[in-house]
């Protein structure tokens, strides 16, 4: 049973970065055709995907994000992190991490989420 656990602070201020990390366990963030995923849903928003990075270690992210937006791994720990730089209030909001399934392409596995807060 794959699990996947956000980490990182809950309050960050405007204009710093938000970094978080996404722990996985119960499977391998290098097996072949899954991707790993950041998703984020804001007060009384939907859910607004992030971008994800692969197997292969190749990320993609939204184009609404992009000029601001990383995604990294660390393949000895299982583990891939999101880092956001230039928040605002607006990057309020809950953080999920994700396994994304490319045989059916959807996300199968979800972390709990993690409430990042932007305020000074």
């Known amino acids: 049973q794959v699990q996947l656990q956000e980490s990182g602070p809950g309050l960050v201020k405007p204009s710093q970065t938000l970094s978080l990390t996404c722990t996985v366990s119960?499977?391998?963030?290098?097996?072949?055709?899954?991707?790993w995923s950041w998703t984020r849903q804001a007060p009384g928003k939907g859910l607004e995907w992030m971008g994800v990075?692969?197997?292969?270690?190749?990320?993609y992210i939204s184009p609404s994000l992009e000029s601001r937006t990383s995604i990294s791994r660390d393949t000895s720990k299982d583990q891939f992190s999101l880092q956001l730089s230039s928040v605002t209030p607006e990057d309020t909001a809950v953080y999920y991490c994700?396994?994304?399934?490319?045989?059916?392409?959807?996300?199968?596995?979800w972390g709990q989420g993690t409430q990042v807060t932007v305020s000074s």
């Open positions: 994700a396994r994304h399934n490319y045989y059916f392409d959807y996300e199968d596995y």
């Open positions: 119960g499977g391998s963030i290098t097996t072949s055709y899954y991707g």
């Open positions: 990075i692969n197997y292969d270690g190749i990320a």
